[in-house]
């Protein structure tokens, strides 16, 4: 799917990432808290921006593409305003995390990774929470829900639906 | 802030703290220390966590009526940088993030090396699967940290500190911030800290989801902003470590170790432990076990006490099977040594590492090869692709126990995976490749009949993956009809009141039909 960063719509966004930009320009290693500044602004991290971070700390935009994709925070696709984590660490994972993702997949028929086309929700994997007393343990957003089971995934889904 | 003032809040908030936790029946006094109270923290010993869960994280009043800050007036009132560090390197405590390197010898290096700017780094990035005790530290007492990462900063000779926090921590984060910002304010970090003419900042910088960036060269890295890659080490970094200046990087648990060592001096700190890994380590025992949660004891602690006097022994009456240590470049344990010291040289010995202080514990249903399975998956995903043996021997490695898994591998493809195993982890670059073989060696030593039996047999004898095993319904079947109703591929047949059957060349081995199947005591539904 494509998506276009509409600049009009994010003007005021826009407006608040450069005002950070040029705060945090002339500190050492600024780039990681640019990236992260943007995906939070814009949930995910548009063409454009990138190319706005490039010209303001003068970082060649192959270089910013390298450092993006290397960590799994930044996303180059918008994430749902609902961004679901099911926590996959090793508590979890022997409790049947695994069952619970795919639990969440069936339900809103997209795979891990993926955005539905309403931009409602998003699944992601984490790798641990920390929340390992309560595995499995599924985290949408900020919210925790600890000791999930198959058949509470529905439910947990309705609240946000 | 002076001495006096941090006597004064001591001596009044500290009655009235405790008498409300007392009433509340949340602690109690042992041995003239404030304790939580309840059978699970009978047989501990907090001193890292010494304060987790007794004090509230948003108040620094309440970290300084339990000692809190004396630790750094101490240090920049009585003892020079070279007393501090003597006392860190006599109390001979090793760094809790997994490799066990001494504290005071890294922090002798940085000291005794001459630059224009130092750095402290504290690792944050907690990233192995299954622990938890660093976020616990930072959320319920982020000053420990603070107060540590200050000391350090004394001893070296660093005025600037960072905080490298994992982007899966938001309340980590949230709590530092205010942390932070109270210590500034109450002259405790920043500028001429105690009017003594020592200034250190401490500055938060996030991950974004990069195992590796646990590292440490490869944590320096992401703070510059690259990507986070391992450098090889041609230097150590307490010499050219961040922006090219000698660095210390330490883990939370170890800084929160710092200010008890510094009040209470090295003797003490050596008293408790073992000779070569003194103090205590925290655990968070997790899994199919009982009792949940962090464990702080003496290092030297058997395991069988940790999982079955405090931990309560596996879920549900099943049987242990293992725990695993380390994450994913640890190993597992298996029943006969469940009598280890658990302590950073007799954990090697058996070819597990003490690691950050995972313990994932494993019962009778758990599939060894699944779990190595399931790490080798997280080193194929985590790696970061610089050194090849790690970038494409783990995958190699994971496409073996793939197909063993699955019923597809035969006795050669064992022999490709050991001799794999001792490529990857002799020619990697970083910890990372190096230790990543060591779920598929342990497995391999302790579990070999579960090796065999998956690829002699086409059997799993934990009846977990999925290719090996069939679902049936046996005469207990009561023909309720519920298995009917749940199969999402219509595999189940039958009539009401009579026996069902399952169609095995529809069934997906969702495992809903034994879910959901009411016929007690033992289900009608059978896995073979």
Known sequence: MEYKFDLEKNEVLLKEFKAFLSEIKKNNGALMPALQKAQELFNYLPKEVLKLISDELNIPLAEIYGVATFYSQFSFIPKGENQINVCLGTACYVKGAQSILEEFEKELGIKQGETTSDLKFSIGQARCLGDCSKAPVVMINSDIFPLVKKKDVKKILDNYR | ?528
Not at chain 2, 119 to 132: L, M, Q, R, T, V
Not at chain 2, 260 to 265: A, D, Q, R, W, Y
Not at chain 2, 408 to 436: I, R, W, Y
Not at chain 2, 497 to 513: F, R, T, V
């Open chain 2, 1 to 528: 802030m002076d001495r006096d003032r941090l006597l004064n809040i001591r001596n009044e908030k500290k009655p009235e703290i405790v008498e409300k936790l007392i009433r509340d029946d949340v602690v109690e006094i042992r041995a003239e220390r404030v304790v939580l109270k309840g059978d699970y923290y009978k047989n501990q010993l907090r001193i890292a966590l010494r304060n987790c869960d007794i004090i509230n994280p948003f108040d620094i009043e309440e970290y300084i009526a339990f000692d809190g800050y004396f630790a750094l007036y101490k240090a920049l009132n009585d003892l020079s940088q070279r007393e501090v560090v003597d006392i860190m390197k006599n109390s001979l405590l090793r760094g809790r993030g997994g490799a066990g390197f001494p504290t005071g010898k890294k922090w002798e290096e940085a000291f005794s090396f001459d630059a224009d700017q130092k750095y402290i780094i504290c690792n944050a990035d907690e990233g192995d699967p299954g622990a938890f005790m660093d976020r616990s530290i930072l959320e319920k007492d982020p000053h420990s940290v603070l107060e540590g990462m200050a000391i350090g900063g004394y001893a070296i000779g660093a005025n600037k500190g960072f905080i490298y926090v994992r982007a899966e921590y938001p309340q980590a984060v949230k709590t530092l911030r205010h942390a932070i910002a109270q210590a500034k304010e109450n002259g405790l970090l920043g500028e001429d800290i105690f009017g003594m003419g020592f200034n250190f900042d401490i500055e938060l910088r996030l991950g974004s989801g990069a195992f590796v960036c646990g590292e440490g060269t490869a944590l320096i890295e992401s703070i510059e902003g690259h990507r986070g890659m391992p450098r090889p080490k041609l230097q150590r970094t307490a010499h050219v470590g961040l922006w090219g200046k000698p660095t210390i990087i330490n883990n939370v648990e170890t800084f929160a170790n710092v200010a008890p060592i510094i009040l209470n001096g090295a003797e003490w700190f050596r008293s408790i432990g073992t000779e070569k890994s003194p103090g205590t380590k925290v655990f968070s025992l997790v899994g199919k076990i009982e009792n949940a949660g962090l464990v702080e004891v003496p290092m030297g602690t058997k395991l069988r006490d940790i999982v079955f006097d405090i931990g309560g022994g596996c879920q549900n009456n099943k049987e242990y099977k293992a725990v695993q240590t380390g994450g994913p470049s640890g190993g597992c344990i298996p029943k006969e040594y469940l009598d280890v010291s658990v302590d950073f040289e007799s954990l090697d010995s058996i070819g597990s590492i003490m690691g950050s202080g995972g313990m994932v514990v494993m019962d009778e249903n758990t599939c060894m090869i699944d779990i190595a399975k399931y790490f080798l998956e997280f080193s194929v995903d985590e790696s970061c692709g610089k050194c090849i043996p790690c970038r494409e021997g783990t995958r190699r490695m994971y496409e073996i126990l793939e197909l063993i898994t699955e019923g597809k591998a035969e006795m050669n493809d064992l022999e490709e995976l050991e001799k794999l195993s001792h490529v990857v982890s002799n020619t990697s670059l970083c910890g990372l490749g190096q230790t990543a073989p060591n779920p598929v060696v342990t497995t391999l030593k302790y579990y070999k009949d579960e090796y065999l039996a998956h690829i002699v047999d086409k059997k799993c004898p934990a009846k977990s993956c999925k290719a090996l095993i069939t679902y049936t319904i046996s005469d207990r079947c009561i023909g309720c009809s519920i298995c009917k109703k749940n199969c999402p591929v219509d595999a189940i047949d039958g009539e009401l009141k009579k026996k069902y059957s399952i169609d095995n060349e529809k069934c997906i081995k969702c495992g809903s039909c034994y879910e959901v199947c009411p016929v007690k005591p033992v289900k009608a539904v059978e896995i073979y």
